[in-house]
């Protein structure tokens, strides 16, 4: 059955559709905001070619500006993938990992216990010995 043009809602269709576009929103600066932290977990070279890739600029390209061979850029950008990639999975499975990468992205040292236990965490750089 086709629906009338023009398509009228009701008042309590029209608050629950504003609901949910406000939890979308949400969720998606939930996103962006985990994916800002996961970049800010890379190291400053693997940031920098990550950044160069997303502005458009192919690996020669970026090996011309940074002084890296193309086959450095690309292992750069398969690190802080990777690295982001493992954060993000971190925070998605509600382990103890998403409290601790986030100090370490906030430059605080996280829960000495944990770091003991998770190779994850001490590679994002919260291992104090290094």
């Not at 002084?67 to 292992?75: A, C």
Request: glycine share 10%; net charge positive.
């Amino acid at each position: 059955m086709a629906l009338p043009w023009p398509f009228r809602l009701s008042s309590r269709e029209k608050s629950i559709v504003r609901d949910l576009a406000e939890s979308e929103r949400a969720i998606e600066a939930e996103n962006a905001s985990n994916g800002a932290i996961a970049i800010r977990l890379c190291r400053p070279q693997e940031r920098l070619v990550l950044a160069l890739l997303a502005a458009g600029y192919g690996h020669d390209e970026i090996s011309e500006r940074t002084g890296l061979t193309p086959r450095q850029s690309r292992k750069r950008a398969q690190r802080g993938r990777h690295g982001a990639r493992l954060y993000l999975t971190a925070l998605e499975t509600g382990g103890e990992c998403g409290p601790a990468l986030r100090a370490i992205a906030a430059g605080r040292s996280p829960s000495a216990v944990h770091l003991q236990s998770c190779d994850l965490c001490r590679s994002a750089g919260g291992d104090p010995s290094k």
